[in-house]
């Protein structure tokens, strides 16, 4: 098989590990005997089953999209681009005359061809936010901004900013506020780290969106990237942005799904008679992970100099209309809120690094 094909008994934890692997962005379900194209999963079939409620040991036979646009391996890349420009898509199978898998194309691909049909594809900027006081890590922050404490010698803003440069996010705004020099000194003006970093100055605390209101006039038509600064994940956000424009969102909220074992037997009535008994069942939520892409004609929603968070700014957008979607991220996340938290990203960390 190669990097980015599946075979039918392959599940959709099979499928995120060949999108992991390849730089195709797409797996493709061929069958074991020729090579025939049956199938494609992309980053947003998988998620939009998570959504669904399946899990992540699902067939993807189940999953795929059983009719995918392929293209013969001797077409020309005029044709292929139409093609791709067409049906909005950014990879997809060569197969020969048989319909026999050959390789997988890429937009990317073709920037060969000399033109521009491949635009930079990413956000307009990023907002991580940096002000907290992380106070329940104390004592480790009483003389250090939480953002700061170090994951195995990096500090995680280093990690959060590295990995947003390394997917060409160039343009980087921090909010400070507790212990802001620190953060200030560290990173200057980002040149060192491959990026444009400015700095968003909140003289009280304005919440989790409350800084929002002090980024500068953007005249542009893309998303920006928000995240909280006490956050580790592994997650693509380049998925993030192409799932928020593909369901035209104002606002997308990244998810993880948290499991709540209930150690009891649960008794479902009305009034006073029993309907069911259920041992012990186990809940299933979608939590708010801290990571959001927002079109920035909302900016204006959001008063100035006031304490604002980021449910606020959802809730109003619900109010008023506006669409709002969800993002399961369903790769390594965690936040750095308390000792054990800390101490389980370290390690987790050193797992990494020992792969």
Not at 271 to 284: A, C, D, F, M
Not at 316 to 321: F, K, N, T, V, Y
């Amino acid at each position: 098989m190669n990097e980015n094909t599946i075979g039918t008994t392959a599940t959709l934890v099979d499928a995120i590990r060949a999108l992991e692997i390849s730089a195709k962005r797409l797996a493709v379900v061929i069958s074991e005997n020729n090579n025939e194209v049956l199938g494609t999963l992309t980053d947003g079939d998988i998620r939009r089953c998570i959504l669904s409620g399946f899990t992540l040991q699902m067939s993807v036979v189940d999953a795929m999209n059983s009719n995918p646009v392929t293209a013969n391996v001797n077409v020309s890349d005029g044709e292929l681009r139409e093609l791709m420009r067409k049906h909005n898509i950014r990879s997809l199978p060569l197969v020969d005359g048989k319909n026999h898998y050959v390789r997988t194309l890429h937009e990317t691909d073709l920037l060969a061809a000399g033109d521009d049909f491949v635009n930079e594809r990413t956000f307009a900027a990023a907002v991580i936010m940096a002000g907290g006081e992380g106070t329940r890590l104390r004592p480790l922050t009483e003389n250090l901004p939480k953002p700061m404490v170090e994951i195995n010698g990096t500090p995680l803003l280093e990690r959060q900013i590295r990995g947003l440069s390394k997917m060409g996010i160039g343009l980087i705004y921090i909010s400070v506020n507790y212990l802001s020099d620190i953060i200030k000194d560290y990173f200057g003006d980002g040149n060192e780290f491959g990026v444009e970093v400015h700095y968003l100055h909140e003289d009280k605390k304005l919440g989790t969106a409350g800084a929002l209101s002090l980024l500068p006039e953007m005249e542009t038509t893309k998303p920006l990237l928000v995240m909280n600064g006490d956050i580790l994940t592994t997650s693509d956000f380049i998925h993030l942005y192409h799932f928020h424009n593909e369901h035209r969102s104002t606002v997308t909220v990244s998810a993880i799904n948290y499991h709540v074992e209930i150690p009891y037997g649960v008794i479902q009535c009305d009034g006073p008679r029993v309907i069911r008994l259920q041992e012990k069942p186990s809940q299933s939520f979608f939590c708010n992970a801290g990571i959001y892409a927002i079109s920035v004609d909302i900016l204006k929603k959001i008063p100035a100099d006031a304490f604002w968070n980021m449910t606020d700014l959802i809730e109003q957008c619900l109010a008023e209309g506006e669409s709002v979607s969800v993002f399961p991220v369903h790769e390594y996340w965690t936040d750095i809120g308390t000792p054990a938290d800390l101490e389980r990203a370290r390690n987790d960390s050193v797992q990494w690094r020992a792969k």
